[in-house]
């Protein structure tokens, strides 16, 4: 008899599976309950959940927004994530808002930039602090910061991910805009001449940063 050799098969697993919170601000994933922050939860907000060195990122469909970081729980029928009390955060907010303006620019559009965010999303006013600053910080002065501020203030375009998108747009289309001129300068091959990349479309960014945030 000739045996069957051992067939195995690999399987493309997707954890990137929408997961609903519950109206308690909890979570249920493979057997235990993962708590978010206290005021999270709303009619139909689904959240992804993100595992990376056994460390689970409770992490918003839509916005990327990461609501909470747990250890990974291998056992079952556990609640992850001791239950806070709620505390005055709004002496922090203000010191990271500060902050950020400053990075910004001393410019009144950035203060009614960040007021405008602030009242979009009050709930999540401290997370859209926390994605504005290290943007800036990447930025070789405020001359991009305030167009891009300008740019999303002209579409009504009020969150840290549009802002986000905005520079990558706005840095592009300089680069777009330097290299087209370095080729009209005389001695460029006639051939080279004129030749520029495409500008992409700040759409395009966005799609790509949902994209990060669901292949994780």
């Known amino acids: 008899m000739i ?19 519950r109206k308690d601000n909890i979570v249920l994933y493979k057997s235990n309950r993962y708590r978010v922050p206290k005021g999270t939860y709303e009619p139909g907000k689904k959240v992804y959940m993100l595992v ?4 689970i990122s409770i992490t918003d469909v839509k916005t990327g927004e990461i609501y909470a970081k747990h250890p990974l729980c291998h056992e079952k029928g556990h609640l992850i994530g001791q239950k806070r009390e709620e505390r005055d955060k709004s002496k922090s907010i203000k010191t990271l808002e500060e902050n950020t303006r400053k990075l910004l620019g001393e410019n009144p559009n950035v203060q ?103 292949n994780g």
């Open 112 to 214: 009614q930039f960040l007021d405008r965010i602030h009242k979009e999303k009050p709930r999540y006013y401290r997370d859209q602090l926390g994605v504005l600053k290290p943007v800036c910080e990447e930025q070789n002065g405020v001359g991009i910061l305030l167009e891009a501020v300008s740019y999303c203030m002209e579409r009504s375009l009020y969150s840290a991910g549009d802002f986000k998108s905005a520079v990558l747009y706005l840095n592009e289309l300089n680069n777009t805009l330097s290299q087209k001129k370095s080729n009209s300068l005389p001695g460029l091959p006639e051939k080279y001449r004129g030749m520029s990349p495409a500008v992409r479309d700040l759409g395009e960014y966005k799609n790509a940063m949902e994209g990060s945030v669901i």
């Open 52 to 55: 990376e060195d056994d460390v």
């Open 3 to 21: 045996s069957v050799p051992e067939l195995k098969f690999n399987y493309a697993v997707n954890e990137n599976i929408p997961y609903p919170i």
